[in-house]
């Protein structure tokens, strides 16, 4: 079965500072999707990603898939306090797996 | 935004009482997934449905049932509550069609069982 590792777990950085957060999966994705849950609420989602080198943004985040498609990054330029929360990557069902497959998430914390 | 709900947002309830967490969506997706979140651990699947009269056990093993009568409506129950259910339960629904469309989730039910 697929295996989404993501790092760090835990990060926290000043607001303003850049930060990545990174996705790695144990088999070829076919797609990645971002989400951000904020703690004891659903998830968001933030955007998907398919092919090999795609790259993606949203106001200041960023979401890269490499060529290889076995990791993605998501970056987050000159953070704010509003980006903090759990930021989750999943994976789509690819051979016999029929349901999204997450990763176990990055807490993230901004300091103002 | 999405329109997918969950009721009720926060549940207390003693040992052994039986519970229906409640998922709703107004989009009309065929697809719908009951996920259990312990805090700051991963989300796991335990129902899914494809459409009505379809519903399937996910990955982890779960002691709840769940019904799809209606496309829009999900519910999750709970015969007999125990301390170990205490988790948070997230609802989510999907277009079908793709593999690749993406899951909307509702609000989740976060389930305290004393």
């Known amino acids: 079965s697929q295996e989404l590792e993501q790092s760090p777990q835990s990060l926290i950085v000043q607001e303003g500072k850049n930060l990545t957060i990174n996705c790695t999966s144990s088999?070829?994705?076919?797609?990645l999707y971002w989400y951000k849950q904020k703690y004891g609420e659903g998830l968001i989602f933030l955007m998907m990603l398919q092919k090999g080198g795609e790259e993606k943004s949203h106001e200041k985040i960023t979401a890269k898939l490499d060529e290889k498609k076995q990791q993605s990054s998501l970056h987050i330029t000159a953070s704010q306090p509003s980006h903090a929360g759990i930021y989750l990557c999943?994976?789509?069902?690819?051979?016999?797996?029929?349901?999204?497959?997450f990763g176990s998430g990055t807490q993230l914390t901004v300091l103002p | 935004e999405a329109d997918i709900y969950q009721t009720p947002r926060y549940l207390v309830i003693g040992t052994g009482k039986k519970i229906t967490l409640e998922c709703s969506q107004t989009?009309?997706?065929?697809?719908m997934y009951w996920y259990q979140q312990d805090p700051g651990m991963e989300l796991h699947l335990i129902h899914y449905?494809?459409?009505?009269?379809?519903?399937e056990k996910g990955d982890l093993s779960s002691e709840s049932t769940v019904s799809r009568i209606r496309t829009e409506h999900f519910p999750l129950t709970l015969e007999s509550a125990r301390p170990s259910h205490t988790s948070q339960y997230l609802c989510?629904?999907?277009?079908?069609?793709?593999?690749?469309?993406?899951?909307?989730f509702g609000p989740g039910t976060r389930l305290t069982v004393l």
């Open positions: 999943g994976a789509p069902p690819s051979g016999s797996a029929r349901q999204l497959t």
């Open positions: 989009m009309g997706h065929d697809k």
């Open positions: 088999k070829t994705l076919y797609g």
């Open positions: 989510a629904s999907q277009k079908a069609g793709g593999t690749y469309n993406e899951q909307f």
């Open positions: 449905s494809y459409g009505v009269n379809s519903t």
